[in-house]
């Protein structure tokens, strides 16, 4: 059974940045994509960043100043956040595609003003 564990989120100041990681166990094949989104209580998961092949889509509102990665031995995600502002304020989940989708159980980030 394939699980995702994220880690690094937490609280922050804005203009600080923050890593995320998101380790997947279990047997896992032919990964589609790797990402993340976020969600706001109340509001519509958004995408944040994912990569596919052959591309990496970033959300307009990150571009520049997040960044995501993937270790293909470690079947981990990262996304690296910086230049943090409160509307970034948010839970954070990972995403794995393969003929299934698989996410995390998300990670809370607070950027405060």
Known sequence: QVQLVESGGGLVQAGGSLRLSCAASG???GIKAMGWYRQV??????LVAVITRPSTNYA???KGEFTVSRNKTKNTVYLQMN???PEDTAGYYCLITTMSVYWGQGT???VSS
């Open 83 to 85: 230049s943090l502002k």
């Open 27 to 29: 047997l896992i094949f």
């Open 108 to 110: 809370q980030d607070t």
């Open 60 to 62: 307009d509102t990150v």
């Open 41 to 46: 209580q109340g509001k519509q998961r958004e």
